[in-house]
C-alpha cells in the first residue's frame, strides 16, 4: 500500500535539520558505526553513474523521517512493498532545490530519475545489475538498516537524517561565489569574457554571459529590479514552458513576463529563427533577442533569416557576442560588478559544468 510524503513538510525538516546540523560542532548523531560508515561511503564517493545513489539516500531517509509509514527501499508508489511512496518527485521537486542552494554537494543533477537506477525499478533490488555494484549493495544496507531499525524502535530516523546531513555537509560545495573587485574596467572585463568564451561549455557560457549582461543593464542601485531567470541550454524545448533562454520578469513569482531570448552557441539557420518568432509570439511578445553566437551555417542562411525576421508580425533582434560586450561600456563600475556576480551565479542556477564554473571563477578573481 503506497504512502504519501508532504513535500512541504519534507522541505521545511530538510533545510531546517541542514540548519541545525551546520550550526553545531557535533560529527555523530547515531550511535550505529556501521550507518554513519555506509553513509559516508556512499556520500563521498566520485564515481561516474553513482550521483543517482546519492539523491535517493538523502531522499529515502529524508522520507522516513517525514513519515515513518513509508519503506526507504522504495522507489516508485507502484512498487509492492507495503509503504510504496513516490521517491524520484520527492527527490526532483525537494532535493534538489535544497542541494542547488547549498552547494550542489550530491551533483548538482536536475533531474536524479534519469537515471536507469530509478526508473526502471520500482524499489531497490539487490540483483538488479549497475556498474559500483559494491557501493550499490552499501546503499540498500544503509537504507535497510534504517527500515528494521524504525520499525524495532532502535532507530531514530531524525537522528539518522541529521547524519546523513552532518556527512554531506563534509562534501566539497560544487557552486561558485568568487570575490569580485568592485572596481573592474571595462576594458579587464571585455577581456576576460572573451577568452571565457573560447570554449562552449555546451553553449551554457554564452548563456550565462547573456543573462549578466542583461542583468547588469536593469540593475540601478537602490532600485526595484527586474528577474532575471534562465533556463540550462540542453533542456530540450519541448519540455520546457520557457519563452526563451533566458527570461525577465517584473518580479521573482514570475507573472509578467517583460523579455526573452534565445542563445545560440552554434551557426544558427532559418528554421532555428522560425522557431523563435513562433514562440515570442506564444508567449505575446512583441520583441525578442536572438543572440547569435557564431554566426549563421552559411550567407545564404543569413540572408534567409534576415527575410523570415523582414517579414515576421514581432521584432526579432539579433544579437551578436560583441554586441553584448559592447552593451557592458555603458555600464559604470558598480554594474559591471554586478555583471560578474550575476554570471556566477547564473552557472550555479543552471547548474553548469564544473569547468565552466571554475574558469569564470579564475578569471573573475583575476580581475
Known amino acids: 500500500m503506497s504512502r504519501e510524503v508532504s513535500h512541504d513538510e519534507a522541505e521545511t525538516l530538510l533545510r531546517e535539520t541542514w540548519e541545525e546540523v551546520n550550526a553545531e560542532e557535533k560529527t555523530e548523531y547515531t550511535d550505529h558505526p556501521d550507518i554513519r560508515q555506509r553513509l559516508r561511503e556512499v556520500l563521498a564517493t566520485d564515481k561516474y553513474g553513482t550521483r543517482t ?4 539516500l538523502v531522499t529515502n531517509v529524508l522520507a522516513k523521517a517525514v513519515n515513518t509509514d513509508i519503506h526507504a527501499l522504495a522507489l516508485q508508489d507502484q512498487s509492492e512493498l507495503d509503504g510504496s511512496f ?4 520527492l527527490a526532483t521537486e525537494v532535493v534538489t532545490d535544497w542541494e542547488k542552494d547549498n552547494g550542489e554537494r550530491l551533483g548538482g543533477s536536475n533531474e536524479p530519475r534519469t537515471n536507469s537506477v530509478y526508473y526502471r525499478q520500482s524499489e531497490l533490488n539487490r540483483d538488479y ?3 559500483s555494484e559494491e557501493l550499490y549493495q552499501s546503499l540498500i544496507e544503509v537504507l ?3 527500515q528494521t531499525g524504525v520499525a524495532d524502535g532502535t532507530l531514530d530516523p531524525h537522528n539518522v537524517l541529521r547524519q546523513t546531513l552532518y556527512e554531506v555537509s563534509q562534501l566539497e560545495a560544487q557552486t561558485i561565489d568568487p570575490d569580485v573587485s568592485s572596481g573592474v574596467s571595462h576594458a579587464a572585463v571585455d577581456m576576460a569574457v572573451r577568452e ?7 553553449g551554457e557560457r554564452l548563456a550565462a554571459v547573456t543573462a549578466g549582461v542583461l542583468d547588469a543593464q536593469a540593475f540601478v542601485p537602490d532600485c526595484r529590479e527586474v528577474h532575471v531567470k534562465t533556463d540550462h541550454v540542453n533542456v530540450a524545448d519541448e519540455n520546457s514552458n520557457a519563452a526563451g533562454d533566458i527570461e525577465l520578469f517584473e518580479t521573482e513569482q514570475e507573472e509578467d513576463l517583460l523579455r526573452a531570448a534565445e542563445v545560440k552557441d552554434k551557426p544558427a539557420t532559418k528554421s532555428n529563427v522560425q522557431h523563435s ?3 515570442a509570439a506564444a508567449h505575446g511578445l512583441d520583441e525578442y533577442l536572438y543572440i547569435v553566437g557564431d554566426g549563421f551555417q552559411s550567407e545564404q542562411d543569413r540572408q534567409d ?3 523570415v525576421i523582414e517579414d515576421a508580425a514581432i521584432e526579432l533582434i539579433l544579437v551578436s557576442v560583441d554586441d553584448l560586450l559592447g552593451c557592458l561600456k555603458f555600464q559604470g563600475r558598480v554594474a559591471r560588478t554586478r ?5 556566477s551565479g547564473f552557472l550555479n542556477d543552471m547548474r553548469a559544468q564544473a569547468e565552466s564554473k571554475s574558469d569564470w571563477e579564475r578569471l573573475v578573481e583575476s580581475l
Open 305 to 307: 533569416a534576415v527575410g
Open 144 to 146: 535497510t538498516e534504517l
Open 53 to 56: 545513489f546519492n539523491y535517493i
Open 196 to 202: 571565457y568564451l573560447r570554449e562552449s561549455g555546451t
Open 129 to 131: 545489475e549497475v556498474r
Open 339 to 343: 555583471f560578474c556576480e550575476s554570471v
Open 86 to 89: 513516490n521517491s524520484g518527485g
Open 277 to 279: 518568432i513562433s514562440t
